[in-house]
């Protein structure tokens, strides 16, 4: 009897513990959803605003001015050439002058030196007005098969540039298809400027993304062509400048890196560019330029990030002195 009293007995403060568990539960489930969990409830008197915007104001002007110094230290030459590289004839149907293999595209430009540049000198091309960024583009590749290659073949997602005549492309899709193909010489007087090729991508991809036994393979065969070609006998993770093209653009004005001329120019010098105009940008109204440009430690030339931080900073200082008066005004 003892033994059933001590079973009944045990049996109850199990529940009992039951119930209060669910109880607890419950209750932590309200508070969750009432939002009354303990947390950090800052209380924000007008001292600490005033103190905090002041803050903010002080930090974020002088990081503004440093950083548009850094920016304003950079020298660019920008020279756009779509335009004035067609031959005046071809003026009015520009994507006729394009599109005809039979037309040379050689042409020469001139550019002075304003202010010294010191090497290393980074060699951009810059695109206007091309959406690299449209979603059926972006999608038009097969990551698998630019490590894999032949190996596989699962590749619908280059539509409609998985497969020519029959045989898969390698690498398949629009982006790749639209390789840019313009090139550029440069010299000084009667001096030939070497330009750096090499270390141009990034080299995760080089190592991880683009594979070292990858060839291309049966690219730009079909009856459209596209962009550039590729050199069948060089691995794609070799190929720079197609790991570079293939790292798409988030706006529809961007630069990629071509090269680096390893010396310094100076103020006075006059580089002359024979470049060949190929890439048709002239069916989407698009505009091509060349820049020369140094770096600073904070990277290129862009002034917008300091005008925003000193633009932000005056504003913090400007609210800490509407609430520094109103709270003179109308004391708590």
């Not at 950090?40 to 104001?57: H, N, Q």
């Not at 540049?117 to 449209?134: C, E, R, S, T």
């Amino acid at each position: 009897m003892m033994s059933g009293d001590r079973e009944i007995s045990s049996g109850s403060r199990a529940v009992a513990s039951q119930i209060r568990r669910c109880r607890g539960c419950e209750k932590a489930l309200n508070q969750f959803t009432q939002q009354n969990l303990p947390a950090c409830k800052p209380l924000l008197t007008p001292a600490s605003v005033i103190t905090i915007f002041l803050v903010l104001g002080v930090a974020f002007i002088p990081t503004g001015i440093i950083a548009l110094h850094a920016s304003q230290k950079v020298t660019e030459i920008v020279e756009r050439y779509d335009a004035d590289c067609v031959p005046p004839e071809y003026r009015n149907n520009k994507v006729a002058y394009i599109q005809d293999s039979s037309i040379p595209k050689n042409c020469s430009r001139t550019v002075k030196v304003e202010k010294h540049m010191k090497a290393p000198v980074f060699i951009y091309y810059q695109l206007d007005n091309y959406y690299q960024n449209h979603r059926r583009y972006v999608k038009s590749r097969s990551d698998q098969q630019l490590l894999q290659g032949l190996n596989y073949s699962k590749t619908s997602s280059c539509k409609p540039e998985e497969s020519s005549n029959g045989l898969p492309i390698v690498p398949c899709g629009l982006i790749a298809w639209s390789l840019f193909n313009d090139s550029y010489t440069f010299s000084r007087g009667m001096e030939l400027l070497q330009v750096n090729r090499t270390d141009i991508s990034w080299k995760s991809d080089r190592d991880h993304k683009f594979g070292k036994d990858v060839y291309p393979f049966n690219f730009q065969n079909g009856s459209f062509i596209g962009g550039g070609t590729l050199d069948p006998n060089i691995p794609l993770s070799n190929q720079e400048d197609l790991l570079v093209w293939m790292r798409t653009a988030a706006l529809p004005t961007f630069r990629k890196l071509y090269g680096r001329i390893e010396e310094d120019l100076h103020p006075g010098d006059l580089i002359e560019i024979d470049l060949l105009n190929n890439y048709n940008t002239y069916s989407f109204g698009g505009k091509k330029k060349l820049v020369l440009s140094t770096t600073s430690w904070l990277g290129g030339k862009n002034d917008f990030l300091g005008v925003a931080y000193i633009f932000v900073g005056w504003s913090s200082i400007f609210m800490a002195l509407v609430f520094l008066l109103l709270h003179l005004r109308y004391p708590m």
